[in-house]
């Protein structure tokens, strides 16, 4: 079973991004579940979401501990929570950051991507607000080889409230430029 | 098995509720939607304005009004849903009893909540066991596919000539209603082909006018009357299992009945829940059952009518039983545990600890579970809370 952690901000879209994620791999014949950290969710504070993916019907309905990959939506929310907590030696993080995987100085695998900038450059969100969960997927999909871009693509084009195409666009410049520091 | 006629997508317990009420043709909902509401009422009432469902909603001002406002429909012989949680619930109370006691076959779905105060929007089963006694069925799903299911499987078992009385169907607060996951949802034909359309025998009808809910006094027949309430309630346990097969046969999935036994054969402990906590008890046997650890669990589905029999049957060779509740009785001890016990009473030696965990939200984990075997296994009885803090 692999679990997966989103640490964002509110209106981010990390727990759409939870979703996406869970529907590309059901796509790929896979048993999915996806949820919210079950708070009180304000646009800007913290968001939590998890995303289980297994071969076979997934019993375990507790949040996850100790997560296999973590995407980090807004680095800037490390400064508040701790996201690596419950991580394992061979866990993975992804994070929206322009900067290189291997000056961030971490002791899991990382791996970086621009997802503002990609999100800026093709107009999704506004500056101040960028809709940057779709870029994360595509980052996602390349660095851990779990879920393929075909199954990514198609659950952006069914779950996007609007400009499928941009997001899906979003996702396949984050899968050619995420920079893994392993 | 016969080729299932079904489309599946990724949904919330929420969702799933709403398309087995569109399935099961229901032609009333009535709903408050105001906090503590549910997104299934929600989901229901962009279905009714797409004419997706020809069903009548009507919103109304409080729960109390909700449930008057079904009762209504369904005298009148037209099939009614609502869904409430929490103090909503609590606001019912005294209109689950009408509808009980008129013998009034709706079904309501219930997203369980801990009761304030003070304020939580979490999951645990205070409210839905506050209500045992009402007279309603109650039944517990760990799935947003067994939520589904359960919801057109009561139509059937509420509405048999044989049972006449309403149900109530459980599903986890955020656990199930806001999570993801997939289900099947069956094509039309064959919920048609499971459940058939409803006729009330006694429905309100100008050309035939009789009296409902007169007065009664001690030598009236009020008191045969909750009589024959009890021993529908004992003679729904197996039109329940009945429908439970003929669903399997129909619609491809199996229940098996009142409850599930998992992994219990040749069990030393037994842990006994309901809802998701059961499923993550499950997931944690299969674990200890790799590393030679004898524990097996059962699944309460039905609370009501308690499926007593069928419990002391699935533990008479269990050297402990515990019992994990989401809600306390206070004073007394777990709801569930109080009525494990009472089942075995006189059947039984085996001993049983009562385990109460998930108050108010508080994630049963792994570990919380670990610890409820390990406590069962040093012989420790009695009521035990689990996952306290130490400081609070």
């Given amino acids: 079973m692999l679990e997966v952690r989103f640490h964002g901000r509110g209106g981010q879209g990390a727990v759409t991004a939870s979703k996406m994620l869970a529907l590309a791999s059901f796509l790929s014949g896979e048993y999915v579940i996806s949820f919210p950290f079950f708070g009180t969710e304000r646009r800007g504070a913290p968001v939590t979401a998890f995303t289980r993916i297994d071969t076979t019907p997934i019993l375990l309905k507790t949040q996850v501990y100790n997560p296999d990959v973590v995407v980090v939506l807004d680095s800037k929310v490390m400064e508040t929570v701790d996201v690596t907590a419950g991580m394992k030696p061979g866990s993975s993080l992804i994070l929206n950051s322009p900067e290189a995987p291997e000056d961030l100085g971490l002791p899991y695998h990382v791996a970086t991507v621009d997802a503002t900038r990609i999100a800026t450059d093709l107009g999704l969100g506004n500056r101040t607000n960028p809709i940057i969960n779709t870029a ?8 851990t080889g779990l879920v393929d871009m075909t199954q990514i693509r198609e659950a952006i084009s069914e779950m996007s409230p609007s400009k499928a195409d941009v997001n899906v666009s979003a996702a ?6 995420v920079r893994m520091g392993w | 098995m016969r080729e299932i006629g079904s489309k599946t997508s990724i949904m919330t317990g929420n969702e799933a509720v709403a398309e087995g009420v569109r399935l099961s043709k229901v032609g009333f909902i009535s709903a408050y939607p105001i906090t503590p509401q549910t997104t299934i009422v929600e989901k229901l009432a962009e279905m009714v304005a797409n004419r997706e469902i020809s069903a009548r909603y009507v919103e109304v ?18 099939r009614s849903y609502t869904a409430t949680s929490s103090q909503g619930l609590l606001y019912m109370h005294e209109m689950l009893h009408w509808v009980a006691g008129q013998r009034l076959p709706i079904v309501m ?3 369980n909540r801990a009761i304030g105060p003070p304020w939580n929007i979490w999951s645990d ?3 839905s066991m506050n209500q045992k006694d009402t007279g309603w ?3 517990y799903s760990e799935s947003n596919q067994e939520a589904m299911d359960t919801l057109i499987m009561g139509y059937r078992i509420a509405e048999d000539s044989g049972v006449m009385l309403p149900f109530m169907s459980m599903e986890d607060a955020f656990i199930l209603s806001h999570t993801s996951e997939q289900v099947a949802i069956p094509d039309q034909e064959l919920v048609d082909e499971f459940l058939p359309e409803f006729r009330l025998g006694f429905k309100v009808d100008s050309d035939r ?10 030598d009236g027949p009020f008191m045969e009357l909750k009589k024959d309430m009890m021993e529908s309630m004992w003679k729904s ?4 299992k009945k429908v439970t097969r003929e669903f399997s046969e129909i619609l491809g999935r199996d229940y098996g009945g009142l409850i599930e036994e998992y992994m219990t054969e040749g069990a030393e402990y037994i842990l006994i829940a309901s809802g998701t906590v059961a499923s993550t008890a499950k997931y944690v046997a299969g674990k200890l059952r790799a590393d030679g650890r004898k524990v097996g669990i059962i699944r309460i589905r039905y609370f009501r009518p308690f499926p007593a029999e069928d419990i002391v049957r699935a533990t008479k060779d269990a050297a402990h039983i515990g019992v994990i509740d989401r809600s306390v009785s206070f004073g007394s001890g777990g709801t569930v545990f109080n009525e494990i016990r009472a089942a075995l009473y006189g059947r039984s030696d085996i001993p049983v600890t009562g385990f109460v965990a998930g108050i108010g939200g508080r994630d049963v984990r792994e570990e919380d579970i670990e610890e409820m075997i390990n406590l069962m296994a040093a012989g420790k009885e009695g009521t035990v809370f689990i996952n306290t803090r130490g400081d609070q």
């Fill in chain 2, 237 to 240: 346990a197996n039109v329940i």
């Fill in chain 2, 125 to 127: 089963q205070s409210d």
């Fill in chain 2, 209 to 218: 006018p009789m009296g409902y809910g007169s007065y009664s006094t001690p």
């Fill in chain 1, 172 to 177: 396949e410049k984050a899968y050619s430029s």
């Fill in chain 1, 136 to 143: 994360m997927l595509g980052a996602f999909s390349k660095s």
């Fill in chain 2, 61 to 78: 001002e409080s729960e109390h009004s909700a449930m008057a406002a079904v009762f209504a429909s369904e005298i009148a012989g037209v």
């Fill in chain 2, 109 to 111: 779905s219930v997203v």
């Fill in chain 2, 137 to 139: 069925i109650q039944v």
